[in-house]
């Protein structure tokens, strides 16, 4: 249901062409549309600006009830209306080419009677790109198009030809019948000539590109327990993989809130170093090489061509990001402000060292062989981490407070225990005597600061007996004591946790919902420590939490959750950390965990 023009989070589903996302609404409006990128200026933004941020509609005219899937193995949406007079499908596809995706970008909507007789309407209404242009609709030789700065965009119908063209829009009626078949599509490029396909080559697109993301979904290699939750979390992912240079986006959105006060609203259009090393580690136990080797290869080449190796996220394209600016537009639901770009990539954050190494050993132990420059670089980076360890930094939550932080000092310790282990392996040059050394140094740090015995924990940073939620994901690791991070576990839940969810860390119990990827945290720290039969209970109940078809926000609000309804998302959607936490909590508890109850898909 919306309210003022503005769908709750939960009730969006997403498709995406390698290249940008569109979020669809329970309801058939795309309310956001990047085109052609995922970082360009949304020419659809309805989901920030209501009023002019622009939308593309398809529904009956008459009242409506929906169910909505994914077709099998695909991120293709097809959702079922249902009114009085009939029942009608409509299939939504961002269509990709025969040998992957297309030089334009080519959002499909096809259009299906089932039962009786359905009058639907629809409408293509581009906005002002969060405030910064206007939307105008060109008369050419071969039909109207609508511009709106320097993206052209082009509708294409197929038995939908009912159509009124406006000053800023094209919209139409048609009306279905069984067996029918009609198509409404929107082709659109940016600073570039506009290729206008036929309507049936469009429509047969849609057929190909569920084909190739079952193709994709033939080389998932993953028969463990909750199967269909991870598959569907991969296919998530898949959406964030940037296909023109291999980068992985953190989330398809920008600003929406984190709270509902506001000023917690960040633009996760950007590739993070620690998003990549968990989204890497995933995709090597998936058996997906094309996606590892893009992703592996993308990062060690920004490191080498920017010469900035504590740069905590980049750019799409590989660029160090630039400033933010704050457009004048309301956000979703009124809950500013609404920013392009991220003021934490100036930061320090340790942990990164930590996800580089990871991102590279696991890429080397997956039989894979390092080029003689990435090993240099490595070895110069490991060099770094034995001096930059002491210094204070934002950890991993990005605080404007710079602190000796628990989690970062962990990360430093793993990027060093993995440098000695790519040394070992002849994979990056140098005697690491050194490296062994410090590694040992920060371990006793962490042993000597950062435990509190009063408080039964891991503290946040030492001093203090605040608790941080990152530090589970060193549970296992060598540089903690296994008794002590299964208390810190318990002193985590106790204080942090609402329901099954977790909050971040102290006191944002009355600031923020609860950080889906801690929960599912929770989950992997259980297993590691021996508590199976816990972390599979606390797994079921988790995969439960995500939407009709199975996608996270960054958030969840357990105060606004009603007794069979959907929770209430916070934060940037689909949020890829919130998928990588499952699959990596379901992979830890299958690498030594029979699960006993049923698998059951969304």
């Known amino acids: 249901m919306r309210e003022n023009g503005y769908a709750p989070i939960e009730n969006y589903a997403a498709i995406g062409d390698g290249r940008t996302v569109a979020l669809i609404a329970d309801d058939g409006r795309i309310d956001w549309f990047p085109v052609p990128n995922l970082d360009t200026a949304p020419v659809f933004a309805a989901l920030l600006d209501a009023e002019s941020g622009g ?128 198509l409404v599509a929107v082709v659109g490029t940016e600073v570039e000539p506009l290729y206008l396909p036929v309507p049936e080559d469009v429509d047969s697109g849609i057929d190909r590109t569920i084909a190739n993301w079952q193709m994709w979904s033939e080389e998932f290699r993953y028969e463990g327990p909750w199967h269909d939750e991870v598959h569907r979390s991969a296919l998530a992912l898949k959406l964030l993989l940037y296909s023109p240079s291999g980068a992985i986006a953190a989330a398809a959105t920008t600003s929406l809130p984190e709270r509902w006060a506001g000023a917690k609203n960040w633009d996760y259009r950007y590739a993070w170093v620690r998003d990549t090393a968990y989204t890497i580690k995933a995709l090597i136990r998936f058996g997906l090489r094309e996606e590892v080797h893009a992703a592996v290869a993308w990062l060690l080449r920004i490191i080498r061509s920017n010469e900035q190796i504590t740069q905590v996220f980049y750019t799409l394209n590989g660029e ?212 199976d039969d816990e972390a599979s209970a606390l797994m079921d109940r988790l995969v439960t939490s995500g939407n009709d078809v199975g996608l996270f926000a960054e958030m969840i609000d357990p105060d606004r959750s009603a007794e069979d309804e959907p929770s209430t998302f916070l934060g940037n959607f689909p949020q890829g950390l919130s998928h990588l936490a499952l699959i990596n909590a379901a992979l830890t508890l299958a690498s030594g965990h029979d699960h006993t109850t049923s698998d059951t898909g969304k």
């Not at 639907?120 to 581009?126: G, K, L, Y």
């Not at 039909?143 to 082009?154: A, E, Y």
């Open 55 to 182: 939308y593309i509609s398809m529904r009956p005219a008459e009242e409506f009830t929906t169910t909505r899937r994914y077709a099998d193995g695909t991120n293709v949406l097809v959702t079922t209306f249902t009114t009085e007079s009939g029942v009608v499908n409509v299939t939504d596809s961002l269509n990709t080419g025969v040998a992957g995706r297309l030089p334009w970008t080519e959002l499909a909507r096809r259009v299906e009677g089932v039962e009786g007789s359905v009058e639907m309407e629809w409408s293509v209404a581009p906005g002002t790109c969060l405030g910064t242009a206007s939307p105008w609709s060109y008369e050419t030789v071969h039909g109207t198009v609508l511009r709106v700065d320097g993206v052209t965009l082009g509708v294409r119908t197929l038995n939908a030809d009912d159509i009124e063209l406006e000053s800023r829009s094209i919209s139409g009626r048609f009306t279905t019948a069984v067996g029918s078949r009609s």
């Open 320 to 531: 160090i990001p630039g400033g933010s600016t704050y457009p004048d537009v309301p956000g979703w639901r009124g809950v500013g402000p609404v920013i392009n770009g991220n003021e934490a990539a100036t930061q320090l954050q340790q942990g990164i060292f930590g996800d580089l190494f990871d991102i590279v050993s696991l890429y080397v132990d997956a039989g894979n062989v390092l080029d003689a420059p990435t090993g240099r670089l490595l070895a110069e980076i490991a060099d770094t981490t034995c001096d930059i360890w002491r210094r204070k930094d934002a950890g991993m939550w990005e605080l404007p407070t710079i602190r000796h932080y628990t989690s970062s000092k962990m990360g430093c310790w793993h990027a060093l225990d993995r440098a000695v282990h790519l040394s070992e392996q002849g994979m990056i040059p140098g005697i690491a005597d050194r490296w062994v050394t410090e590694r040992d140094h920060i371990a006793q740090w962490i042993d000597d600061n950062c435990w509190s015995e009063s408080r039964g924990a891991y503290v946040w940073y030492p001093g203090t007996d605040e608790l941080d939620a990152s530090v589970l994901l060193h549970a296992g690791s060598r540089c903690v004591d296994d008794e002590r991070m299964s208390r810190t576990v318990d002193a985590l839940r106790d204080e942090l946790g609402s329901g099954d969810h977790l909050y971040r860390y102290s006191g944002m119990q009355m600031v923020e919902g609860t950080f889906v990827a801690c929960s599912f945290w929770v989950v992997g720290a259980l297993a590691k420590l021996g508590r």
